[in-house]
């Protein structure tokens, strides 16, 4: 009796043991095993499509436009918010990457959403300091009317933005130079009435300006609406780091000239500042939405090669041997059979 009893209780400890393992070799091959194919999750998908693109766009408008001028602070954080959310996702991936043997869309999703924020800050920082800056700039800056570069000076208009001049100020010609940095830098002064006439205040302060514009070996001036006779304004040329190469040319005017510029402001003629400002306002916006109308195409094609890639993941023929599925045990269920799987 005792003896039989032994046997039972071996026979219950060896189907507790080896129950498990049954399951497990019966239990259906999951959808990227080879040989089934994919049902795909339309959520999932719709999720990678927009959550990258509206990060991208986020990305960009934060780079692009108002924020990134007047709270630079701000828009850093907000950035750094973004790629909090982006090494999140980085985590969560290598961690399913790690213990999930199936392929699933968190790899997918940590790459687009880095490439997102990283090409929307890109695209933002170009639109923003080919356009924006320098509209943001000038806006914030003074608009004078009537100046008289005869009798005003430099140093009381260092806050305008948009300048127009008093009937009879122009350009003279005669009196320009440059200076050569790999890009010319031209300057001409601006002065009431005909070369060589000389301001009230003794100082040439105000100065046309313009890139590689003039003659390096002559006085010859041809930058903006140099040639438009109804050209009486300008505005303010702000980006700093042409400044002062400006400055060396003005130095070199006075000395082939013999004139003096005490407080010299630079500025870009033109017939309409105005419509040079919109101009800048209107590429900015032109260029955001065209980015974002590609960033969406290219989210848009980036989830449809992913889908087809996972669709396409079970349908071809495993590498490793699969005759275990015919295998005559692995039918009989392995525990029915103690003695194939008694260790």
Excluded at 74 to 93: D, E, M, Q, R, T
Excluded at 113 to 140: P, Q, R, V
Excluded at 191 to 212: L, M, N, R, Y
Aim: overall charge neutral; some cysteine.
């Amino acid at each position: 009796m005792a003896e039989r009893n032994q046997r039972d209780s071996d026979a219950n400890e060896d189907e507790r043991v080896h129950v498990p393992l049954v399951h497990r070799l019966h239990v259906p091959r999951s959808v990227f095993t080879p040989g089934h194919r994919i049902r795909m999750n339309v959520v999932p998908m719709f999720l990678n499509i927009f959550l990258p693109w509206l990060a991208f766009v986020s990305v960009l408008a934060i780079c692009s436009f108002r924020l990134m001028y007047s709270r630079r602070t701000l828009a850093y954080i907000a950035l750094a918010f973004f790629v909090g959310i982006w090494l999140i996702s980085f985590a969560v991936a290598k961690d399913k990457r790690k213990n999930d043997p199936e392929p699933a869309w968190f790899t997918y999703f940590c790459l687009a959403l880095g490439t997102g924020i990283f090409f929307g800050y890109i695209f933002g920082t170009e639109i923003f300091y080919d356009w924006s800056l320098n509209y943001y700039t000038l806006k914030d800056l003074k608009v004078i009317g009537h100046l008289d570069a005869s009798k005003e000076r430099g140093q009381n208009v260092m806050d305008a933005g948009v300048v127009y001049f008093a009937e009879g100020n122009k350009i003279d010609a005669m009196r320009s130079w440059h200076f050569k940095q790999d890009t010319v830098y031209c300057v001409a002064p601006i002065i009431a009435g005909q070369h060589p006439a000389v301001p009230e205040t003794q100082s040439f302060d105000f100065w046309a300006v313009g890139k590689d514009c003039c003659s390096v070996s002559a006085s010859d001036f041809r930058c903006g609406s140099f040639n438009n006779p109804l050209s009486r304004s300008a505005l303010r040329a702000v980006d700093p780091g042409d400044t002062p190469y400006y400055r060396l040319a003005v130095e070199q005017a006075e000395t082939l000239y013999g004139i003096m510029a005490t407080h010299p402001v630079f500025f870009e003629w033109t017939q309409d500042p105005l419509e040079r400002m919109n101009l800048w306002k209107e590429r900015s916006f032109t260029h955001f939405v065209m980015y974002i109308t590609m960033a969406f195409v290219v989210s848009l094609l980036g989830v449809s090669c992913a889908s087809c890639k996972f669709a396409w993941l079970g349908r071809l023929e495993s590498v490793y041997g699969m005759d275990i599925v015919g295998d005559a045990d692995y039918k009989k269920g392995g525990a029915a059979n103690r003695n194939n799987f008694r260790v």
